[in-house]
C-alpha cells in the first residue's frame, strides 16, 4: 500500500519553493553551518539535476563523517554527476533545525535527514513539505510528513543483541540478572532496539536496572552504569545490554572505576573501530555491524527519485508510520553480529576496516589469538 501522503510531482515547485523560502527568510534566524561540497544549495538546473541537503547528526570522527556522508556522496555523484549537494553535520538538535531551514531558504530540492531529534525537527520537516520539498528520512525516523525513509531493521538489531548478550553469558544466561542501557527516548530507533532485545531476554534473565540514556551521551551511560553497580553490587552484574558503541565504553569505564573484575559480557552497536578493538582486548563481547553502503545507497535513490518527482516504489522494500504520516515508503536492511571470531569474515571484508587498522601493536597478541593476525 502507497503512502498517503502525495509524493512531489515535480511540476509546478518553483513558484511554491520560492514562496516559502521568501516567507521562512522573512521569519527565522537562519544558522550559517552548511557546508557545501560539490556546488552550493539552490544551483541545479532543474528536475534532471535536483539539489541535495545532506543532514547529518555528527560529522568529523563520528559514524556519520567517517562513514556515511563519504558514501552518500559517492553514490550521488555516481548516480546524478551534475546534482549539487550542501551538507550541514551537528549533534546540536536546536543547530540542526536552523540548519533544515537554512537549507529550504537556500531553495534545495530534496532532503536527506539523519535527525538529532525528530520530534524537535518536526515543524521544520512539515515546513519543507509546505515549501514542496521532499524528505528522506535516513537511519532515524524523522517525525511529519516525509516521503522516505532508510535504515536497518532495528527490531533485528535488538535481537541480534540479546542473542549475543545471551550467548556471551554461557550458564549465566538462565535466570541471571542483566543492567539494560538503552538509548534516548527522543529517538525512536531506540525503542526499536530496546523491544527487539526484550523479545529475546524476557522470560530468560532479570533486567536488575533498565535506562534510557539521555541524548545518547557516554557521559550520562557512566553515571547510570554508577548507580547500578551501586544499587545490584557489580558482582550480581552479568550482562550488559548496551545500545551502541558509545555506551558501551561508558559501562566498561564505569565497571573498571569500581573495580569489577572480570567485566561481563557487553553489547554494542555501529561497529566503532574503538569498540572492534575492545572486542579482541575482551572488554567487550559484541557489536551490530550495519553495513552503511546499501543505505547510502538506497537513500540516495531515494532523493534522487523524488527529487525529480519520481515514485520510489520500486526502491522501497516495505513501509513504516511515523505519528503523522502512514505507509511512508522505506528501505529496511539487515544487520550484521560480530564477535572475535568474526571480525575478518565481516569488518575486514567488507572493506570496513584493515587488519592493520584493527591491530595497532598494543593488540598485536590478541590479535594473533583471535586469528587476525
Partial sequence: MGPRVSLP????????????????????????ACGGSG??????????????????????????????RPLIEQKLKELCPDCPVTVAATPDPAVQRQQLE????????????????????????????RADIPV???????????????????????????????????????????????????????AWFKRGALSVLRGKVKVGKSYDVVGWR?????VDMRSAIAALGGDAIHGVLAANDSLAGAVISALRAAEVRPLPPITGQD??????????RGDQYMTVYKPFKPAADAAVEMAVAVGRGDSVGSIATG??????????????????SVTVGTIKETLVKDGMYTIAQICPPSLRAACAEAGLI
Fill in 9 to 32: 510531482a515535480g511540476k509546478g515547485r518553483s513558484l511554491v519553493r520560492a514562496f516559502m523560502a521568501f516567507t521562512v527568510a522573512a521569519v527565522l534566524t537562519l544558522s550559517g
Fill in 39 to 68: 556546488g552550493s544549495g539552490g544551483s541545479g538546473d532543474g528536475e534532471d539535476n535536483p539539489t541535495v541537503g545532506l543532514l547529518l547528526p555528527g560529522g568529523g570522527a563520528s559514524r556519520f563523517g567517517q562513514f556515511d
Fill in 102 to 129: 537554512s537549507m529550504i531558504t537556500r531553495g534545495v530540492d530534496v532532503l536527506i535527514v539523519a535527525a538529532v531529534d525528530p520530534e524537535l525537527l518536526r515543524p521544520s520537516v512539515e515546513a519543507a513539505h
Fill in 136 to 190: 528522506v528520512a535516513y537511519d532515524r525516523l524523522a517525525q511529519g510528513p516525509i516521503s522516505g525513509y532508510v535504515t536497518f531493521d532495528g527490531a533485528q538489531v535488538g535481537r541480534l543483541q540479546g542473542d549475543g548478550l545471551l550467548k556471551g553469558m554461557g550458564a549465566k544466561a538462565d535466570g541471571g540478572q542483566i543492567v539494560m542501557m538503552n538509548g534516548a527516548t527522543t529517538d525512536p530507533n531506540a
Fill in 218 to 222: 557516554p557521559e550520562n551511560a557512566f
Fill in 271 to 280: 561497529a566503532d573501530l574503538v569498540a572492534v578493538r575492545r572486542i579482541v
Fill in 319 to 336: 513501509t513504516v508510520s511515523n505519528t503523522t504520516t502512514k505507509d511512508i515508503p522505506a528501505v529496511l536492511l539487515p544487520a550484521v
